[in-house]
């Protein structure tokens, strides 16, 4: 099975700065990675596909990279409405393999 | 508009089978590429993915569950159901299922909470 390694698995961040976490494979994945956004109480809610492709509604601050087995997801401002935790998926091999999470909050 | 809804049983008991329905709305299963997946989330921690099943049919499982899931659709109807044998109370959780597009879990429902207790 392909392990997703999520880091860090928290962080405090205040609103304007930029934030940065990593998703890294136990093996090649290619650019099959998408990376889920889950505020309490909610379903996750995809924010980026095939590693960098941002979702429709999705603002532009997040942005995916990454490939292979290293990947990054950067939000550029963050936002009040963004704490949450965010997941990364890899769907490159069955069975389908999701990150930890990294919680994002604000201080 | 695309939408998911979970239904179970709300609460069962070590042991009995844990039956579970996806029904969706805003796409078919019959169209080329379309999959619905299964997701379960235990309170308090990460997502477990655990079956996808395809427009033609193609089914595939999360091997850590052992021969004890079922995944099946009814096209007519817009439903996707899984089932879970043998239950214990390590699966209770929220269960999601999700629309696939792009090889990707694009679209979610809002989850059914599913406790298994004696």
């Known amino acids: 099975n392909t392990v997703m390694t999520q880091s860090p698995t928290s962080m405090f961040t205040s609103v304007g700065d930029r934030v940065t976490m990593s998703c890294k494979a136990s093996?090649?994945?290619?650019?099959?990675v998408g990376w889920y956004q889950q505020k309490t109480g909610q379903s996750p809610k995809r924010l980026i596909y095939?590693?960098?492709n941002r979702d429709t509604g999705v603002p532009d601050r997040f942005t995916g990279s990454g490939s292979g087995t290293d990947f990054t997801l950067t939000i550029s401002n963050m936002q009040a409405e963004d704490p949450a935790i965010y997941y990364c998926l890899q769907h490159n091999s069955y069975p389908w393999t999701f990150g930890g999470g990294t919680k994002l909050e604000l201080k | 508009q695309v939408t998911l809804k979970e239904s179970g049983p709300g609460i069962l008991q070590p042991s009995q089978t844990l039956s579970l329905t996806c029904t969706f709305s805003g796409f078919s299963l019959s169209t080329y590429d379309m999959g619905v997946g299964w997701i379960r989330q235990p309170s308090g921690k990460g997502l477990e993915w655990l079956a996808n099943?395809?427009?033609?049919?193609?089914?595939y499982y999360n091997p850590s569950l052992k021969n004890r899931l079922t995944i099946s659709k009814d096209t007519s109807n817009n439903q996707a159901f899984l089932k879970i044998t043998n239950v214990d109370t390590a699966d209770t959780a929220t269960y999601y299922c999700?629309?696939?597009?792009?090889?990707?879990?694009?679209?979610w429902g809002q989850g059914v909470l599913v406790t298994v207790s004696s």
């Open positions: 999700a629309r696939i597009e792009d090889w990707e879990l694009r679209d």
């Open positions: 093996q090649n994945v290619g650019i099959n």
């Open positions: 099943i395809w427009w033609d049919d193609d089914k």
């Open positions: 095939w590693a960098s």
